[in-house]
């Protein structure tokens, strides 16, 4: 069974930065996408950042050029690198991942199959 656990979760002040990180388990295939999603309270989840099976990086407008997603050359790790956070970034953030022939609209419209249980993000004045 695929597990993904988030870190890296922390409270930091406006304009700082923090790296979060997914550990990825259970499978030896080569996921279609997996990414970054962020649920503040009293609004929906939100597509943060993915990356599709042949390496294709995707952003919300919202954190282009402030954020950054990888993986580790073994695909084990999925990381996201935060960078001049905001107060609106502050969300609990989750990690997904998908290994089905499913389209990039399916997986950041929410339907990957696997997902972490969250690391949280406050960010503060």
């Known amino acids: 069974q695929v597990q993904l656990v988030e870190s890296g979760g922390d409270s930091v002040q406006a304009g700082g930065s923090l790296r979060l990180s997914c550990a990825i388990s259970g499978t030896r295939l080569r996921s279609s996408y997996v990414g970054w999603f962020r649920q503040a309270p009293g609004k929906e989840r939100e597509a943060v950042a993915s990356?599709?099976?042949?390496?294709?990086?995707t952003y919300a407008d919202s954190v282009k050029g402030r954020f950054a997603v990888s993986q580790d050359n073994a695909k084990t790790t999925l990381y996201l690198q935060m960078n001049s956070l905001e107060l609106e970034d502050t969300a609990m953030y989750y990690c997904a991942a998908d290994y089905r022939a499913i389209t990039r609209g399916q997986f950041l419209g929410g339907e990957a199959r696997f997902w972490g249980q969250g690391t949280q993000v406050t960010v503060s004045s």
């Open positions: 990356i599709q099976w042949d390496g294709t990086t």
